[in-house]
């Protein structure tokens, strides 16, 4: 995890600072580390991944104000891009919007609905309960693909799409991609494919099994989802979506 955030890097030394008797609070661990360089400047690159102006059928938005309870109950995804050596490739990711587990990712050289086939179908595997769930995307041609809408109604998923454009209508599905993308894998430039995608597997591993969540109590998303009481480790209850 060479980006993870100091609260969350402090969390996980905490025992560590103890057990030698070590005291370093949040702060003064931020301190040390700017005084070592080894803070870090997020970079600011773009390449457009979302293509709405289609004849496909877009879907309404069905979650807003949507308390979220419990996991699978809603499903967010979202493409972002990966600068290679030379060129791009592009990384599809579905995130469970209670527990913040990456349900499935895939990684691709094309913008075609492959990709997010690919994630939706690893999700779909790694799903553990029969309750109702909702898939919630952009309105990008990847996602109002009949080959995606037919997989989503085959496994009576209930579909959802953002309305205006606007970023905050999918804040949770973008902060989880920005995260893979510039806490993990970030510092590299790949030259193959294969190597980014295995990469990318075990980042997905390690952002589910081991990185500390500030939402979730300082949880790991694997430990919520699967817990099976209602709410025990989130901080506060999610009174809504949006």
């Not at 060479?2 to 969390?11: A, E, F, S």
């Not at 807003?64 to 990384?91: A, N």
């Not at 209930?158 to 510092?187: C, H, Q, W």
Request: hydrophobic content about 35%; proline content about 3%; charged content about 25%.
């Amino acid at each position: 995890m060479p980006h993870i955030g100091t609260r969350k890097l402090h969390h996980l030394l905490e025992e560590s600072f103890r057990q030698e008797s070590i005291k370093v609070g949040r702060d003064k661990l931020f301190y040390i580390l700017g005084y070592a360089k080894l803070l870090q400047k997020p970079k600011r690159m773009y390449a457009q991944t979302t293509n709405s102006k289609h004849w496909m059928r877009k879907y309404a938005n069905i979650i807003k104000g949507l308390p979220i309870t419990r996991k699978e109950q809603l499903w967010v995804s979202d493409i972002t891009y990966v600068r290679m050596g030379k060129g791009f490739c592009y990384l599809s990711i579905i995130t469970d919007a209670y527990s913040r587990k990456i349900m499935g990712s895939a990684v691709s050289d094309s913008l075609s609905t492959e990709v997010c086939l690919e994630a939706l179908k690893e999700a779909l595997r790694n799903r553990t309960t029969n309750n109702s769930l909702i898939h919630h995307s952009d309105r990008g041609i990847q996602y109002c693909s009949r080959e995606y809408i037919q997989l989503l109604k085959a496994n009576e998923v209930r579909i959802s799409m953002t309305e205006n454009g606007d970023p905050y209508e999918n804040a949770l599905a973008e902060r989880v991609n920005r995260t893979i993308k510039e806490e993990f894998i970030g510092d590299y430039l790949f030259e193959d494919q294969g190597l980014l995608s295995a990469v990318t597997a075990e980042s997905v591993r390690i952002y589910n099994t081991e990185r500390p969540h500030l939402s979730l109590g300082m949880r790991t998303p694997d430990e919520v989802h699967r817990a099976t009481t209602s709410n025990p480790f989130r901080a506060t209850p999610s009174k809504g979506y949006l």
